[in-house]
Every structure is written in structure tokens, then in C-alpha cells.
């Protein structure tokens, strides 16, 4: 089969196209031939070396949506044929097939295109985590989405919203400002504009702060997160790309919790309720993943700068063309 490999960590060419050998399904896994690919900014975390140790070669990639092509004999849940997305695999989605457990695949509505399938899993599962399992959120509570014009701020706008919460949402560019209101957000605020956090919290909370605030650059933010969130508020940081100096006082005085959160680190039991509330969700039309840019299986590497550029919009997906 056709796939990406990386033989070598470092910079986004280091991914190649190669011709490697087809996954052998076994008792308890699921063949999937893959329709599209998430890109997710973890990916070039792992391709440049940054992100723990990993055995070489590899074929990146968590996330893909497509049709099952075999599953193995211990397999009750699914049968070729079946549409489905991936939350994980045994291997690589930067390929023409992916092998999964069956708890790592889950079923695709029909209302639901695969290339929006690929941009499912890391960011509609961890703006799910970070609101209902890490904040506790409930309907009414204000919502600071800093970061909101991503992949994982995008879902976390269309779920924030289905759910009742009151949404503000950052970007860097108008694109991105308007997709954040287009995806459900109250007010929106620019976050490259000097001031913008004083004139958000005056404006959407009336000066009274943000009861839940879901973090994207806490290395820039955290220190004025503290400034703009509410007594007994709750910050969870979903992404940090260094280290950060705050005054522990400001969370002190306000009660305010910060919360670390990985996907990865969600349970069996919060996993199953993800997935299953998202399955109700995208089946219902509430949640709609918008993936704006697609690129060629043979473009990866461009696809891995682009996600670490800023002037985010929505996911970015991989279409392989099988011919
Ligand atoms: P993405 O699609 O690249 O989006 C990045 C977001 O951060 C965009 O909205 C971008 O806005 C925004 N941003 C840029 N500068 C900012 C600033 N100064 N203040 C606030 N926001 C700013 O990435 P993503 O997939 O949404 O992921 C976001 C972060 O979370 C990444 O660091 C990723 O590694 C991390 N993450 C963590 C987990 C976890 O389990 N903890 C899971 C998924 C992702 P503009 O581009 O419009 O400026």
C-alpha cells in the first residue's frame, strides 16, 4: 500500500510516499481503507522529534475517516462495508490503510462526509474533554475560547454552544473572526490587538470574568487568563508551546483552578461518553466539522507547515487519491 513514512525525525521532508506492506487484521482489529486524514499539530510534534520517543519507521497520523475493509474474527461492532472514523490506531492514517482496535473506530454518520470524518477525533474529543471533564461546564456559563478559529476551537464553538454556554472566541485574522461567529460565538475579539482581553471581559461578562476559559497558547496567555476569568472560574490548557511566568496570586484570590489536560490521559469510561455524545451530536446536525484546507497524501509535508502557520481556519485533512 501506499503510505508515509518517516524513517528519520526532523523538519516536515523527512515524510515521504512509499510503497510498505498492507496491516494483517488480527482477532480484534479493523482494516480501514482510508478516505481523508486529520492533520493535527501533534503530528509535527512527533515528526520533529519533540514529543517523547517514538519508534522508527513510522506512519504519522491519528485521525482518518473511510470505509472498513476487514475486521478480525473477535469483532462484533463492525463489518466491511461500514463508514467510520478513528480515534487512534495500531498504525498510521497517513496511508491508504489504517489498522485499528475496535474501540479506536467509530461509526460515521451518513449526513457526515468522510473528509469532515478525518477532523472528528483530537479536536471535537478534546474540546468535549476539556469542557464536561476537566471544567465541568454547565448550560449559562461564559466561555472564553482563546484560540477559537482552529481545529479544536472550532469544535469547541459548535459544542459550547449546542450545550447552552454564552461563547467568546479569539483569532489572529477577519477569515478567522468570522468563522468563530459563524460557528456559534457571542462576541469575538481579535487576540494580535493590543487591549483585547480588557475590552472582552468588560464587554461579555460585564467585568465579571469568564467562568471557563479553554486555553490554545497558554506560554502567552495563562498570566492574563488569571486577570480575565471569574471567581471560581476554571482555565483548562489545551495547548503550550513553552514555558510561562504567572502570579499564582491572581488564581489565589479568585479561587480560580488551572487545569492540564491531554487526550490521551481521558479514561475508558470518559473515552465511551465522548464518542458517544459526539456520535449524537454529528448525527443530529448540531456538530459540523469544518475543514477548509485539503492537501494530496503527497503533499504532508506542506500540510505540517501550514497547520504551524498562524491564520488558522478551521481543520486541515489529507485526500489521498488512490487513482
Ligand atoms: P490550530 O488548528 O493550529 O489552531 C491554533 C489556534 O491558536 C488558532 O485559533 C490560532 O489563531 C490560535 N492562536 C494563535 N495565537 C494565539 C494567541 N496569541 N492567543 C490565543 N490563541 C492563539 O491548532 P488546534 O488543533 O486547534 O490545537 C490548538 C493547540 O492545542 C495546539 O497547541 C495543539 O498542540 C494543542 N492540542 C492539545 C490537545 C490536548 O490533548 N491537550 C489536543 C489537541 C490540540 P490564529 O491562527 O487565527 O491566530
Same mark, same amino acid.
Given at each position: 500500500m501506499?503510505a508515509?513514512?518517516?524513517?528519520?525525525?526532523?523538519?516536515?521532508?523527512?515524510?515521504?510516499?512509499?510503497?510498505l506492506d498492507k496491516p494483517v487484521?488480527? *482477532?480484534?482489529s479493523?482494516l480501514i481503507?482510508v478516505?481523508?486524514?486529520?492533520?493535527?499539530?501533534?503530528?509535527?510534534?512527533?515528526?520533529?522529534?519533540?514529543?517523547?520517543?517514538?519508534?522508527?519507521?513510522y506512519t504519522p497520523g491519528m485521525?482518518a475517516?473511510?470505509?472498513?475493509?476487514?475486521?478480525?474474527?473477535?469483532?462484533? &461492532?463492525? !463489518?466491511?462495508?461500514?463508514? *467510520?472514523?478513528t480515534?487512534g490506531g495500531q498504525t498510521g492514517s497517513y496511508a491508504e490503510y489504517m489498522l485499528c482496535q475496535?474501540?479506536q473506530?467509530?461509526?460515521?454518520?451518513?449526513?457526515?462526509?468522510?473528509?469532515?470524518?478525518?477532523?472528528?477525533?483530537?479536536?471535537?474529543?478534546?474540546?468535549?474533554?476539556?469542557?464536561?471533564?476537566?471544567?465541568? @461546564?454547565?448550560?449559562?456559563?461564559? *466561555?472564553?475560547? #482563546?484560540?477559537?478559529?482552529?481545529?479544536?476551537?472550532?469544535?469547541?464553538? &459548535?459544542?459550547? /454552544? @449546542?450545550?447552552?454556554?454564552?461563547?467568546?472566541?479569539?483569532?489572529?485574522?477577519? /477569515?478567522?473572526?468570522?468563522? *468563530? &461567529?459563524?460557528?456559534?460565538?457571542?462576541?469575538?475579539?481579535? #487576540?494580535? +490587538?493590543?487591549?483585547?482581553?480588557?475590552? @472582552?471581559?468588560? +464587554?461579555?461578562?460585564?467585568?465579571?470574568?469568564?467562568?471557563?476559559?479553554?486555553?490554545?497558547?497558554?506560554?502567552?496567555?495563562?498570566?492574563?487568563?488569571?486577570?480575565?476569568? $471569574?471567581?471560581?472560574?476554571?482555565?483548562?490548557?489545551?495547548?503550550?508551546?513553552?514555558?510561562?511566568?504567572?502570579?499564582?496570586? !491572581?488564581?489565589?484570590?479568585?479561587?480560580?483552578?488551572?487545569?492540564?489536560?491531554?487526550?490521551?490521559?481521558?479514561? +475508558?469510561?470518559?473515552? !465511551?461518553?465522548? #464518542?458517544? $455524545?459526539?456520535? $449524537?451530536?454529528?448525527?443530529?446536525?448540531?456538530?459540523?466539522?469544518?475543514?477548509?484546507?485539503?492537501?494530496?497524501?503527497?503533499?504532508?509535508?506542506?500540510?505540517?507547515? @501550514?497547520?504551524? +502557520?498562524?491564520?488558522?481556519?478551521? &481543520?486541515?485533512?489529507?485526500?489521498?487519491?488512490?487513482?
Open positions: 501506499k508515509i513514512c518517516v524513517r528519520e525525525t526532523g523538519a516536515p521532508d523527512v515524510m515521504r510516499l512509499e510503497e487484521v488480527s *482477532v480484534e479493523v481503507k478516505s481523508a486524514a486529520g492533520v493535527n499539530p501533534v503530528d509535527t510534534y512527533i515528526r520533529s522529534g519533540n514529543y517523547g520517543s517514538i519508534s522508527l519507521p485521525d475517516a473511510g470505509v472498513v475493509e476487514e475486521v478480525g474474527s473477535g469483532v462484533t &461492532q463492525f !463489518k466491511p462495508g461500514d463508514r *467510520v472514523y480515534a475496535q474501540t473506530v467509530h461509526c460515521l454518520p451518513e449526513n457526515i462526509t468522510f473528509r469532515q470524518g478525518a477532523g472528528v477525533h483530537v479536536p471535537y474529543a478534546t474540546a468535549y474533554h476539556a469542557l464536561f471533564h476537566k471544567a465541568g @461546564a454547565s448550560p449559562g456559563e461564559r *466561555v472564553l475560547i #482563546h484560540g477559537a478559529s482552529g481545529g479544536v476551537g472550532t469544535a469547541a464553538t &459548535q459544542i459550547a /454552544k @449546542a450545550f447552552g454556554l454564552e461563547v467568546t472566541g479569539t483569532a489572529g485574522t477577519e /477569515k478567522g473572526l468570522e468563522l *468563530v &461567529q459563524e460557528q456559534g460565538a457571542r462576541y469575538t475579539y481579535d #487576540h494580535t +490587538e493590543d487591549g483585547y482581553l480588557d475590552k @472582552a471581559v468588560e +464587554e461579555a461578562t460585564g467585568g465579571n470574568g469568564f467562568d471557563i476559559i479553554l486555553e490554545m497558547l497558554a506560554n502567552v496567555n495563562l498570566d492574563r487568563d488569571l486577570d480575565v476569568v $471569574a471567581k471560581n472560574g476554571r482555565i483548562v490548557v489545551i495547548g503550550s508551546r513553552g514555558p510561562v511566568e504567572i502570579d499564582p496570586r !491572581k488564581a489565589m484570590g479568585k479561587n480560580a483552578a488551572i487545569i492540564g489536560m491531554t487526550i490521551m490521559n481521558a479514561s +475508558e469510561k470518559e473515552t !465511551k461518553s465522548i #464518542h458517544a $455524545a459526539l456520535g $449524537a451530536g454529528l448525527t443530529n446536525g448540531t456538530l459540523n466539522p469544518f475543514t477548509d484546507r485539503a492537501f494530496p497524501l503527497d503533499a504532508a509535508a506542506q500540510a505540517h507547515e @501550514a497547520i504551524m +502557520e498562524p491564520g488558522s481556519f478551521g &481543520q486541515i485533512v489529507l485526500i489521498p487519491d488512490w487513482g
